[in-house]
């Protein structure tokens, strides 16, 4: 993110680490919504409150340098991570729009019973100034004609969508359903914005960009989540019948900008 030149970022999209992972029990013959298994990656490891605070603080000020000045953030979180979020942007001085709630149509089961249910996640949007974009109108659609309220209904990545390793196991833990980044992205961005996402993992936030004709960058530091992308997205072009949506921008997940990308 630090070779990327400031303001020409229209929007940021992304899932960090919730800095979940503690263990924990996993549900191999689960019936209801198929097998589960507790994020349990040493990449969500990210030590006490104070730590986690730190690691959110660093990467929203260089976030916050590369978004223009009428842009907009999302992030997905859950009950672990939201609230450093909404700390480290509400430093920053950003204006905090909506708390998307991401109500789980198949949530996991409580395997310990010792809590209730875990069926939401969260989205924090905010913008960094006046002027953000917001297709009110457009929203209407997925809220029969009225106005889009801020609990949306949406199941699980499961099924075709998910993407699965050699083990049969989910390829990346916690890929997301591309419906919801579709959405966020349709919502807060127009057609040709820039979007950015510093947590790429398994790629949805570059196939939906391309689904709305959005260019895009993405950044992940797991080689193999790095892969996982691109094959993802090259499936996906090929189903369209094309070699790039995207002007200038070869490989799935960049390090470095091309230096013509940018406007």
Not at 23 to 30: E, R
Not at 118 to 135: D, L, P, Q, R
Not at 181 to 201: H, K
């Amino acid at each position: 993110m630090r070779n990327f030149p400031a303001g020409k970022i229209n929007l940021i999209v992304t899932d960090p680490p919730y800095n979940a992972s503690n263990g924990g029990v996993n549900l191999p013959g689960n019936k209801t919504g198929g097998a589960y298994y507790k994020v349990n990656e040493e990449w969500d490891k990210l030590g006490n409150y104070s730590n986690y605070l730190d690691f959110t603080r660093k990467w929203i000020k260089e976030a916050d340098r590369l978004l223009t000045s009428n842009g907009s953030i999302m992030v997905c979180g859950s009950l672990h991570s939201i609230g450093e979020v909404i700390i480290a942007l509400k430093e920053l001085n950003y204006k905090f729009i909506n708390l998307i709630i991401w109500r789980k149509t198949n949530p996991m089961p409580s395997i310990t019973k010792r809590t209730l249910t875990h069926s939401t996640e969260f989205i924090a949007w905010f913008a960094k100034g006046s002027g953000w974009t917001f297709n009110y109108k457009n929203m209407k659609k997925y809220a029969d004609g009225k106005q889009l309220r801020d609990v949306w209904n949406l199941p699980l990545c499961q099924g075709k969508e998910r993407l699965k390793g050699e083990n049969g196991r989910a390829a990346h833990p916690t890929q997301k359903p591309l419906e919801l980044f579709t959405r966020l992205i349709e919502m807060a961005s127009q057609e040709g914005d820039i979007v950015l996402d510093p947590f790429i993992g398994s790629g949805t936030t570059a196939i939906a960009s391309e689904l709305l004709n959005r260019k895009w960058l993405g950044i992940d530091n797991k080689k193999e989540y790095i892969k996982l992308a691109n094959e993802r997205l090259e499936e996906y072009r090929k189903s369209k019948g094309k070699n790039s949506l995207v002007k200038n921008s070869k490989k799935f997940v960049v390090e470095h900008h091309h230096p013509s990308f940018f406007p």
